[in-house]
């Protein structure tokens, strides 16, 4: 009797061992997030070479997305709450000349390759790579495969150029820190704090997701667990593994998502890419400076607080330098806020005047 390659369970157990592989070999070579752009670049291409259908349910992306949001909202402290509100109106001009300049680097790649501005604008919008592709799904008629492959490039230029420019001698003339070796989280001290964490979290994905939040099951826990914490509840980080099985769920599903048979204009849409992402971090690079002029922080702290890279990331690189975390996580996290809130709907009133034009030439 042979295998089903039909079946369910066959199929998201071969899709499950595909993941595994491609994020053990991105972390073998030490590349930063692996086991999320490992299983992901492992599922796309398994699934285009591949004879069996992958299959990935969306519960499974959920839950990573949960862990993701009770791991964000363990960094809303009080004391990054004070940093928020103090420089809450620079945290604000920042976020908004920064998601500006995205908007013009959009508009000029998306006359430049015939792909649609709202489309271009999603993947150019420098919010964290699950955070941004999560949205473009939920909103009708976003190219989910452009605006993923565009963050991705994103990402990768982000990962190998701004720790390049922090730990050269421009940014930090010398005085580069030794790394902080963190000691990783134990299971221990979870307990018996994280069922209630973890019960708090799901009633607020499901009712984010009733309310429609965007991002529910990601936002929803971010803000279970920011109460939580600040009402007096201990709680406590996570594990290495489960952080790493959080970007397992994730990027296997966006991994699925991908569709570059389908894109148009590869090499065009590949090179205004990297053109947007370069330009988006020199944006941050000058913005940077205000900061310091204003704060006087220190040029290190600055551009890592308005770089246009996930928490985690700048987080990693904050410790490497000696940055001041408190304030790089403020204005990320003010950064992730900001999207995840003010961007959708943005996104929908442009579909919807975009789809209002179109009937009105036809």
Not at 68 to 84: H, N, Q, W
Not at 131 to 154: C, H, P, S, W
Request: glycine share 8%.
């Amino acid at each position: 009797m042979g295998i089903n390659f039909e079946h369910t369970a066959i199929r998201w157990i071969i899709t499950l061992i595909y993941a595994l592989i491609g994020g053990y070999l991105f972390s073998l070579v030490h590349l930063p997030i692996p086991w999320l752009l490992g299983s992901l670049a492992a599922v796309m291409i398994g699934s285009k070479v591949g004879k069996v259908q992958l299959y990935w349910p969306v519960e499974l992306r959920n839950t990573g997305l949960v862990i993701v949001g009770y791991t964000i909202g363990l960094s809303f402290t009080k004391e990054a709450i004070i940093e928020i509100f103090y420089q809450l109106p620079f945290m604000l001009l920042i976020t908004l000349l920064l998601l500006g300049m995205g908007a013009v680097f959009a508009l000029i790649v998306s006359k430049a390759t015939g792909v649609d501005y709202p489309t271009i604008l999603t993947g150019s919008i420098p919010g964290g790579l699950s955070q941004m592709v999560t949205l473009a799904e939920e909103i009708k008629g976003i190219d989910l495969t452009v605006v993923t492959f565009i963050q991705v490039t994103r990402l990768l230029l982000i990962v190998f150029c701004i720790p390049l420019l922090v730990l050269s001698p421009l940014l930090n003339q010398g005085q580069v820190g030794e790394a902080v070796k963190q000691t990783a989280a134990s299971w221990g001290p979870l307990f018996p704090n994280i069922f209630i964490f973890t019960i708090v979290c799901i009633i607020f994905a499901f009712l984010g997701k009733k309310v429609k939040l965007p991002t529910p099951f990601m936002l929803g826990p971010i803000i279970a667990t920011t109460i939580l914490c600040l009402s007096g509840l201990h709680g406590s980080s996570l594990p290495p593994i489960l952080l790493d099985i959080s970007q397992i769920l994730v990027g296997t599903y966006i991994g699925l998502m991908m569709k570059p048979e389908k894109l148009q204009n590869k090499v065009k849409i590949t090179f205004l890419a990297i053109l947007t992402g370069l330009g988006l971090i020199a944006t941050s690079f000058l913005l940077c400076f205000i900061l310091v002029k204003l704060f006087g922080a220190s040029v290190v702290t600055s551009f890592l607080s308005v770089a246009p890279g996930g928490m985690d990331q700048m987080g990693l690189l904050a410790h490497e330098v000696d940055a001041d975390i408190s304030v790089v996580s403020s204005y990320q996290m003010f950064r992730i806020f900001f999207i995840l809130v003010a961007v959708p709907p943005f996104l929908k009133w442009l579909f919807k005047r975009k789809f209002i034009k179109t009937k009105a030439n036809e």
